[in-house]
């Protein structure tokens, strides 16, 4: 009997992360980028990403970047927080180069849903590896707390010399 060469244990017992939808914060790199349908309505380029950190690490996803003049604002937000070359994107005429929007690092907000033919991204949001405007963006809202349940009016205001309010009971 021959000799093995390798043996793989099995001390990684714990199974890749299994993506589902709902909101997601990752530091992305941008590894390949693609012009499509630039002869038609809505041309756009697909970008495809690797996350850089967290519990999906290394995970692959694609997201589309639209070069409409109506996706204008969208598309250069995405290329200043990603740090996309300012002599391209502020040119008299502003030039998408392929190459250019390859290898671009910063934190994307993206909204993982089930499609029709697998996971959906939708990107909701672009930030710097160093900011936070993302995260902030997902905390949880403050409760205003009011001391009582109920309204309260004091009958007895204009009597004890309180501001004439008398002008909100008109109905003009």
Same mark, same amino acid.
């Given at each position: 009997?021959s000799e093995q060469e390798d043996f793989l244990p099995a001390w990684l ?17 941008t590894v390949a980028a693609q012009f499509k349908d630039q002869e038609r ?8 990403? /690797? ?13 589309? /970047? ?8 969208? =598309? ?9 070359? =300012?002599?391209?994107?502020?040119? =008299? *005429? ?9 290898? /671009?690092?910063? $934190?994307?907000?993206?909204?993982v849903t089930d499609g029709e033919y697998g996971l959906k991204f939708d ?13 902030? $963006?997902? $905390? ?16 007895? =205001?204009?009597? $004890?010399?309180?501001?004439? /309010? ?5 109905? *003009?």
């Amino acid at each position: 009997m021959s000799e093995q060469e390798d043996f793989l244990p099995a001390w990684l017992d714990d199974k890749p992360a299994e993506l589902t939808p709902g909101s997601y914060i990752w530091t992305i790199r941008t590894v390949a980028a693609q012009f499509k349908d630039q002869e038609r309505e809505k041309p756009y380029a697909q970008i495809d990403c /690797l996350v850089l950190d967290g519990q999906f690490i290394n995970y692959q996803f694609p997201f589309r /970047l639209y070069l409409t003049k109506a996706a204008r604002n969208w =598309a250069t937000y995405f290329m200043r927080k990603f740090e996309y070359p =300012a002599e391209l994107l502020e040119a =008299a *005429q502003p030039v998408v180069r392929r190459s250019a929007l390859e290898n /671009l690092t910063g $934190k994307v907000l993206v909204e993982v849903t089930d499609g029709e033919y697998g996971l959906k991204f939708d990107v909701k949001g672009f930030s710097r590896p160093s900011e936070s405007e993302l995260e902030d $963006k997902l $905390k949880p809202k403050e409760e205003v707390k009011f001391e009582s349940s109920e309204p309260s009016v004091d009958l007895e =205001a204009d009597v $004890k010399g309180e501001p004439d /309010l008398s002008f909100l009971d008109s109905t *003009q």
